[in-house]
């Protein structure tokens, strides 16, 4: 079993709708949880930091539920420019990561 | 803002020669990572670094050793290149005790002809 686990998609939302994505993870001392944002033939770039009740930061909200185990992200009035892979990602041991294979999303006009 | 630099974005070799990639940070952080990233697998942890000449071996640290030197300067090292270590490269670097976000370079796309 993946320690962390995302459904990989594709998401093919238009523009302005509003899609959520949900990430499991199987580590229970996981601490730290985080969204990142990747382009095509990018890096990643962090997105958001998940914090212990959630946290909102404009069109995005990202949800943590520990007693489940699993983060959410949903973005509202989608853009075009939101098209990329989403990557959900808890700590593990020490100052590791562990990074979910994405979910891919693209925004049709 | 937190920059992450990489000595190449592409680079191709051939099967038995060593490779050298270099990371480089510019905030002061303790923690350095370096990954690959396969179509399908995701990221993977090669091997990461909290201190200056010290390593831990990652999940996948078979075919490649690092070097840490100097605090801002992380260097991958493949001693013979094979053609399954024909991959994106990434380095991640980090530094919060309370927020351990990883920030990443620019990726080197390496061929292993």
């Known amino acids: 079993r993946k320690e962390v686990e995302q459904d990989p998609g594709p998401f093919n939302v238009p523009e302005g709708a509003t899609v959520a994505f949900n990430c499991t993870y199987s580590?229970?001392?996981?601490?730290?949880f985080f969204w990142y944002r990747q382009d095509c033939r990018k890096e990643p770039k962090l997105l958001m930091s998940v914090y212990s009740s959630g946290n909102e930061d404009g069109r995005f909200t990202a949800q943590l539920n520990r007693a489940s185990q699993y983060i959410s992200l949903l973005i509202r009035d989608s853009k075009l420019s939101d098209s990329a892979t989403y990557l959900c990602?808890?700590?593990?041991?020490?100052?590791?990561?562990?990074f979910g294979s994405g979910t891919q999303l693209t925004v049709l006009p | 803002d937190v920059k992450v630099t990489q000595s190449s974005r592409y680079l191709v070799k051939r099967t038995g020669e060593k490779v050298f990639l270099e990371c480089v940070q510019d905030?002061?952080?303790?923690?350095m990572f370096w990954y690959r990233q396969d179509p399908g697998l995701g990221l993977r942890l090669i091997y990461f670094?909290?201190?200056?000449?010290?390593?831990e071996k990652g999940d996948i640290p078979e075919g490649y050793s690092v070097s840490r030197e100097k605090k801002e300067r992380f260097s991958l090292i493949l001693e013979s290149a094979s053609t399954n270590q024909t991959s994106m490269y990434l380095c991640?670097?980090?530094?919060?005790?309370?927020?351990?976000?990883?920030?990443f370079g620019p990726g080197t796309r390496l061929t292993v002809l």
């Open positions: 990602v808890a700590d593990g041991s020490a100052r590791q990561l562990t």
């Open positions: 905030m002061d952080h303790e923690n």
């Open positions: 991640a670097s980090g530094g919060s005790v309370a927020y351990n976000e990883q920030f």
């Open positions: 670094s909290y201190d200056v000449k010290m390593k």
């Open positions: 580590n229970s001392a996981s601490q730290s």
